[in-house]
């Protein structure tokens, strides 16, 4: 029996469509769709070395992890979602350049310490309202954050936290701003008299403590104290003359002193973090734990002060003057686990997270070839085939089988597909089913002149 050029057509139709109606179904995942993009972050596990309950996660985002043009220029679009793309996390908007850069914490509820940790970040809604949260980003257990920019001018830098533990500078621009931070930017530190000082910082405990800082020297002839907590030398670190060596020392922990080395570094960028929690004093630098010394009881005299680049008591400075650069100082009123401390290097040092490729929200698309103009109509089709084409092709993006874009041609209007299923992996047939439209209708033309 012979089939005929039309039953045969049908009939390679028929073949090429069985396997797009296969039962494997691979629904997307999507928080709302009035956000266009999103992009999967990924928390090494192997930089963590226990879970960590409320953890602030650094997000770098530069033209290398996103794409700008998809963005508010004020980054107002940008939503943070768990791993089950469910619930919105807080952010802080730490500082942005404008289709350039941008500094994000993000509040993650648990980052695993076995199995790598997901979050997601939205983005591509114009009409999208800042949710910015800074103060709820920072755990209850943080008493002052200092990104250390100027905020809101060159006399003060800014606490992120619920204390509102801002810091006074000398005067304006002394210490001066830089934009060669560790994590955006920092402040510069002349050592002949710029210091930041809080007379008096809310939140503080004095049998348990956490404080950390990045730091760079650039100049090692003197005797220098980047920090110094409660007035004196009760809580402080120090830098000895000639030489990029830190020492701890608590001068009246129950009136006895402690005093001793954390390490020799040199004139680079190293993460500082000391904790003491009423029987030990443990220091760190670069993640690692560096010394543990027994010190039991807690923190007496003095105020409740704090200064930058300098020691003093209240609002008055000492001397030993810091020369460098200082960023990200922090101060919590318990004693950070090492395993706290690690995370908190390698997320400063951008080495905690990856992101992965952009992945674009497949709505569904109306045209109406009869009103729509000839641009139009050309611009729709072809970013619908594209679209469409670049999807199925790609085996590490899904398909939303309930909301895909489609097109009737018959009636110029969008519709909702009802397949049972769509199988990744058919672009080989999606083309082929396209060349056979495309060659059919060249040749049923060319019979009808």
């Known amino acids: 029996m012979k089939l005929g050029r039309v039953g045969f057509g049908v009939f390679l139709v028929a073949l090429l469509l069985i396997p797009l109606f296969s039962p494997v179904v691979h629904a997307v995942t999507w928080w709302d769709a009035g956000w266009m993009y999103k992009a999967k972050l990924t928390i090494d596990e192997t930089k963590v070395d226990a879970d960590l309950t409320d953890f602030p996660v650094l997000v770098y985002l530069n033209s290398a992890r996103i794409d700008w043009v998809h963005v508010q220029d004020d980054l107002d679009d940008l939503r943070f979602l768990d791993s089950t793309e469910s619930t919105v996390l807080k952010a802080e908007l730490e500082k942005s350049v404008t289709n350039s850069e941008a500094w994000i914490w993000v509040k ?16 591509g809604n114009a009409g999208a309202a800042s949710a910015w949260d800074a103060e709820n980003v920072w755990d209850s257990s943080a008493v002052m954050v200092q990104h250390m920019y100027d905020n809101p001018d060159t006399s003060h830098v800014m606490d992120s936290t619920s204390y509102s533990n801002d810091g006074t500078k000398k005067a304006a621009n002394e210490p001066i701003e830089t934009a060669s931070g560790k994590i955006d930017s920092a402040q510069s530190f002349d050592s002949v008299d710029d210091y930041i000082n809080r007379s008096s910082v809310a939140g503080l405990n004095r049998t348990a403590l956490t404080f950390m800082f990045w730091s760079k020297q650039t100049l090692r002839s003197i005797f220098t104290h980047p920090i110094g907590l409660f007035g004196g030398h009760r809580a402080t670190i120090y830098i000895n003359s000639n030489s990029y060596t830190y020492s701890y020392k608590f001068s009246s922990i129950n009136g006895v002193s402690y005093e001793g080395l954390i ?5 680079n960028w190293h993460f500082i973090a000391v904790t003491f929690d009423g029987a030990q004093i443990k220091g760190y630098t670069d993640g690692a734990l560096r010394v543990t010394r027994a010190a039991s009881g807690s923190i007496t005299g003095g105020d409740e002060s704090l200064f930058i680049a300098t020691i003093g008591t209240g609002s008055t400075p000492a001397s030993n003057w810091f020369n460098g650069i200082i960023d990200e100082v922090r101060i919590y009123n318990i004693a950070k686990s090492a395993a706290w401390i690690k995370a ?23 045209l109406n070839l009869t009103t729509a103009t000839a641009t139009t109509r050309t611009k729709t089709i072809t970013r619908l085939i594209t ?15 309930t909301r895909p874009t489609t097109l009737n041609l018959k009636t110029g209007q969008g519709a909702m597909a009802t397949l049972p ?19 059919g209708g060249v040749a049923l033309g060319k019979r009808r002149r």
């Not at 993650?108 to 983005?123: A, C, E, F, H, L």
């Not at 400063?348 to 952009?358: F, K, P, R, V, W």
Request: proline content about 3%; cysteine-free; charged content about 10%.
């Open 344 to 366: 908190e290097y390698n997320s400063g040092a951008d080495t905690l997270l990856t992101i992965s490729a952009e992945e674009l929200y497949p709505r569904t698309t109306t």
């Open 263 to 267: 390490v020799g570094l040199n004139g």
């Open 421 to 439: 299923g769509l199988a990744v992996g058919s672009g080989l047939i999606l083309i082929g089913l396209i060349l056979l439209i495309v060659f």
């Open 108 to 123: 993650v509820p648990v980052v695993s310490g076995s199995v790598d940790t997901v979050i997601y970040v939205y983005y």
């Open 387 to 401: 679209q469409t084409i670049t999807t199925i092709l790609d085996t590490t993006r899904q398909i939303d089988i």
